[in-house]
């Protein structure tokens, strides 16, 4: 199942300079996990050692937050479109 992840302006260095990225997977853990294959530096970025989003990564599958669904077992169905959005400190 291909799946476009999108990544704000901050991420996009950390993927290459991409604004978006295709990958595989059917629930959000192995999107993530096929994002982090081929671009490592975001999984130092977004998770926690054990492999748990950081508490201030929201992702959304559809415009749907994760968090009041399955979280990382969300399913993703094909041609979904999958948004990383870290909090960012502001003034």
Same mark, same amino acid.
């Given at each position: 199942?291909?799946?476009?992840?999108?990544?704000?302006?901050?991420? #996009?260095?950390?993927?290459?300079?991409?604004?978006? +990225?295709? +990958?595989?997977?059917?629930? +959000?853990? $192995?999107?993530l996990e096929n994002v982090y294959a081929e671009h490592? $530096?975001?999984?130092d970025r977004l998770s926690d050692e054990d492999g748990?989003? #950081? #508490?201030?990564?929201?992702?959304?599958?559809?415009?749907?937050?994760?968090?009041?669904? $399955?979280?990382?077992d969300t399913t993703v169905a094909d041609g979904a $479109?999958?948004?990383?959005?870290?909090? +960012?400190?502001?003034?």
């Amino acid at each position: 199942m291909s799946v476009k992840v999108k990544l704000p302006t901050q991420l #996009r260095a950390a993927a290459g300079g991409n604004s978006s +990225v295709q +990958v595989q997977g059917t629930t +959000v853990r $192995e999107v993530l996990e096929n994002v982090y294959a081929e671009h490592p $530096e975001l999984k130092d970025r977004l998770s926690d050692e054990d492999g748990t989003l #950081r #508490r201030f990564v929201n992702v959304y599958v559809g415009g749907d937050d994760i968090r009041f669904g $399955e979280g990382l077992d969300t399913t993703v169905a094909d041609g979904a $479109e999958v948004q990383v959005l870290p909090a +960012v400190a502001g003034g």
